[in-house]
């Protein structure tokens, strides 16, 4: 019997899993599709993606699916557009040999006029982002009367969009009576409260041990200093010849910035952000997926709900401000059961995320050192030597003496030397001996210079510092980097956030980490956070780095300049209770 057909799954299912490769079903699998298909109860399940969700909840939805009716019977919702093409692209493969089944994609960023064609044929699934859903449902294409299905696809994910409300919005707008299926990869206490209010007595399944698919992960950790993150970012690419990987930025700008860098050096990268239009996006991901493309640089919105196989290595240019983030970024490698390598890139200040982030997800890092060049040539020389001497040569054809004597001539040794010499001369190695590794416990051996936020060894500015880690991804387009939010130049600001040698003022060196009484529950994001910051101290929102957002308060780092200004202005109201921003070593 096929494995899946034991699961309860029809044959002309099982046939087409087969013919997809599947051949034993996933544990998410084995508990999900008897219990879909059963319709006991909800279900509320914690499971990482690339466990094999989709199949979990989509091959017994499809089996449920009454073709004798036209109306909507199930609906998926998902995070993000790519997420949702590629659960209906699954969907699409799931039901090759079932005949009549309508599934329909609904997401911004597409005509919405196509859409709408495609669903007033006939929909028996719809699978959605919410604002698009959202905007269906008011102008009554979409309607939700006789649904029986309902899924959120990483819940978690949606709530750190932002899209709670949406989430609520349309699932008040469906029957009481239903089957939903809620998955995530964290089970944060919003995830909970959502759960408690629209699931019915669910049935909560955990894959494996909680955040098991991060033991597959090699979790590892650099510390360099800032103006060095670039090289060392070169340096870990050209080390693993196989590298197949993303390198998550914190900004839009940084995004675009070190991808043009490594693309002007000679590597095949591109990057995602929010500026991109869906057709540039569409290309990226198109070359990305077909290799075309080895490193991707992205935001880490930017990149919710990309999927991409066999990927080795996630890089941390920068740790994300919410370290739930580290989940969903570590994560994109490592599917399947498989294997695979997460580097973050840290500096001496952001060792106290690091600690948080191993009690989160319970792993602990360990120190890689950045390779030094002759470590690169090293690897790079094995690597083609191993392939070198097993690769089968075809007969040559019959070669005048005169064409080849100046080789025969050559000893063995010579021969050797002058192959390695070719090969060495085509890598286009960075082989500098500079060690960029930093001991993190040594604060007093960097030069006031190394300290100076964004400086290189030239003096100038370098974008490989990182200078703009306190903006979100919201932030500004190429177009606009030398404007501010009013549209003037820099050059009319009076306060530019910069000396004229190119630093910021109060520089990047010592940080203070300060306390506020404002976090999660008082439903406000990152950006909101750092503008009442800006309203109450009149300090720059890029100043503030690092956010950790709690329940009810929240830590930040900000450069000792900016933190007195900070703790001298502190009289601020935020819906009419009084702020506090003190440090967080003296908090009571």
Not at 121 to 143: E, F, M
Not at 210 to 219: G, L, P, T
Not at 259 to 266: A, E, K, P, T
Request: aromatic letters at 6%.
């Amino acid at each position: 019997m096929n494995p899946f057909e034991s699961l309860g799954l029809s044959e002309p299912i099982c046939k087409a899993l087969t013919e997809l490769g599947f051949e034993n079903p996933t544990d998410v699998q084995k508990l999900a599709v008897p219990f879909f298909l059963s319709r006991k109860s909800d279900l509320l399940a914690l499971a990482q993606t690339g466990t094999g969700k989709t199949a979990a909840f989509g091959t017994p939805i499809l089996q449920n699916i009454d073709t004798t009716e036209s109306h909507t019977q199930a609906l998926i919702i998902t995070p993000t557009r790519e997420l949702c093409n590629q659960i209906t692209s699954d969907l699409k493969n799931y039901s090759k040999y079932l005949r009549g089944i309508k599934i329909v994609a609904v997401y911004g960023g597409a005509s919405i006029v196509n859409q709408i064609r495609e669903l007033k044929q006939s929909a028996h699934i719809i699978v959605a982002t919410p604002g698009r859903l959202i905007d269906l449902i008011d102008r009554k294409v979409i309607k939700l009367g006789k649904i029986n299905t309902v899924v959120l696809d990483e819940a978690d994910e949606m709530l750190n969009m932002g899209f709670r409300d949406d989430m609520e919005s349309i699932l008040s707008k469906t029957p009481a009576e239903k089957l939903t299926g809620l998955f995530s990869a964290t089970m944060s206490a919003d995830i909970r409260k959502i759960a408690n209010t629209y699931l019915n007595n669910p049935e909560e399944i955990t894959i494996g041990k909680k955040n098991a698919a991060q033991q597959n992960i090699s979790h590892q950790y650099s510390v360099v200093q800032a103006r060095d993150k670039y090289p060392a970012l070169r340096r870990i690419v050209d080390f693993h010849d196989d590298f197949y990987g993303i390198v998550f930025c914190s900004t839009k700008r940084e995004t675009q910035e070190v991808s043009d860098h490594l693309i002007r050096d000679g590597y095949t990268a591109d990057c995602l952000h929010g500026d991109l239009a869906q057709a540039q996006r569409d290309k990226v991901m198109h070359r990305f997926r077909h290799k075309a493309i080895k490193v991707l640089l992205a935001t880490d919105v930017a990149a919710r709900g990309i999927d991409v196989k066999n990927l080795t290595h996630i890089i941390h240019f920068h740790l994300p401000d919410d370290i739930e983030n580290y989940t969903h970024r570590s994560g994109r490698t490592a599917r399947a059961g498989q294997k695979g390598i997460s580097i973050a890139l840290l500096h001496t200040r952001e060792a106290y995320k690091l600690h948080q982030i191993e009690k989160l997800i319970n792993v602990k890092f360990e120190r890689y050192q950045i390779p030094k060049g002759q470590d690169i040539v090293s690897s790079r020389l094995k690597q083609f030597i191993d392939t070198f001497a097993q690769e089968e040569t075809e007969a040559l054809p019959e070669l005048n003496n005169d064409l080849v004597w100046p080789i025969m001539k050559l000893s063995k040794e010579d021969i050797v030397k002058k192959l390695l010499h070719s090969e060495i001369s085509k890598m286009k190695l960075n082989n500098s001996d500079d060690d960029l590794n930093v001991d993190e416990r040594d604060r007093s051996s960097r030069s006031s210079a190394d300290r100076a936020f964004g400086t290189s060894r030239t003096g100038r500015n370098s974008f490989e510092s990182g200078r703009d880690r306190g903006r979100s991804d919201s932030g500004r387009s190429r177009g606009e980097r030398g404007r501010n939010d009013s549209g003037r130049s820099d050059s009319g600001r009076r306060d530019s956030g910069r000396s004229d040698s190119g630093r910021r003022s109060g520089g990047d060196g010592e940080q203070i980490r300060l306390f506020i009484n404002l976090g999660k529950k008082d439903e406000i994001k990152y950006d909101d956070l750092r503008e009442i910051i800006f309203k109450t101290t009149k300090v720059s929102g890029r100043a503030v780095k690092d956010i950790e957002m709690k329940g009810v308060y929240s830590f930040f780092m900000v450069d000792t300049f900016s933190a007195d200004q900070m703790l001298k202005s502190n009289d601020g109201v935020f819906k009419g209770r009084p702020l506090r921003i003190q440090k967080a070593s003296d908090r009571k």
